[in-house]
């Protein structure tokens, strides 16, 4: 059973930064594209941004520009690098497999308020 565990959300301002890191144990990790997921109250789990095997990155609009997806395969880990964080971006994110498995993580909360 895969174990993903997410980790580096807090309680930031409008405009600041938080780094989201996510540790899969997982065999092969390196094969399988990744991806961030977020859930805000009362909404649906939405797809925030995707890396595939060899390192190409896609974003939902509303993050574009702000956010960077990366991975590093050695560590089996994967990372969110926010950056002027508006207080929509205010979510519990998860990490998971793209196309999703059906297990999560507990997911990191993310608040973004003044």
């Known amino acids: 059973q895969v174990q993903l565990v997410e980790s580096g959300g807090g309680l930031v301002q409008p405009g600041g930064s938080l780094r989201l890191s996510c540790a899969a144990s997982r065999s092969k990790f390196s094969i399988y594209a990744m991806a961030w997921y977020r859930q805000a109250p009362g909404k649906q789990r939405e797809l925030v941004a995707t890396i595939n095997s060899i390192g190409s990155t896609n974003y939902a609009d509303s993050v574009k520009g702000r956010f960077t997806i990366s991975r590093d395969n050695a560590k089996n880990a994967l990372y969110l690098q926010m950056n002027s964080l508006k207080p929509e971006d205010t979510a519990v994110y998860y990490c998971?497999?793209?196309?999703?498995?059906?297990?999560w993580g507990q997911g990191t909360q993310v608040t973004v308020s003044s």
């Open positions: 998971n497999t793209l196309p999703h498995m059906q297990d």
